[in-house]
Nanobody, 115 residues
Framework: QVQLVESGGGLVQPGGSLRLSCAAS????????MGWYRQAPGKQRELVAI??????NYADSVKGRFTVSRDNAKNTVYLQMNSLKPEDTAVYYC??????????WGQGTQVTVSS
């Protein structure tokens, strides 16, 4: 069993910052990628940022504002979100990829950007 626990979501004003965390526990091994997706109301889930073997990939809409990082010792992935915009409002899901074992998803954390 793999458990992913997310934290750090909430309500923030436009231009503000939030930091999301996702800690993986349980039967953890051979993690090759960790990252974040988001889903806004009425929209499909989309990739936000992913980190794998030291390389990162970001959605164009968040480049320069969001930073994904990973603590391998803690099996934790972070998403630092700066200069937040109302269009960043969504439920954010962490994802952990373990090769042939497949992908595991967090429960989601709500991020709301509003004045």
């Amino acid at each position: 069993q793999v458990q992913l626990v997310e934290s750090g979501g909430g309500l923030v004003q436009p231009g503000g910052s939030l930091r999301l965390s996702c800690a993986a526990s349980g039967s953890i091994f051979s993690i090759y990628a960790m990252g974040w997706y988001r889903q806004a109301p009425g929209k499909q889930r989309e990739l936000v940022a992913i980190i794998s073997s030291g390389s990162t990939n970001y959605a164009d809409s968040v480049k320069g504002r969001f930073t994904v990082s990973r603590d391998n010792a803690k099996n934790t992935v972070y998403l630092q979100m700066n200069s937040l915009k109302p269009e960043d409002t969504a439920v954010y899901y962490c994802i952990v990829g373990m090769g042939t074992r497949g992908n595991f998803w967090g429960q989601g954390t709500q991020v709301t950007v509003s004045s």
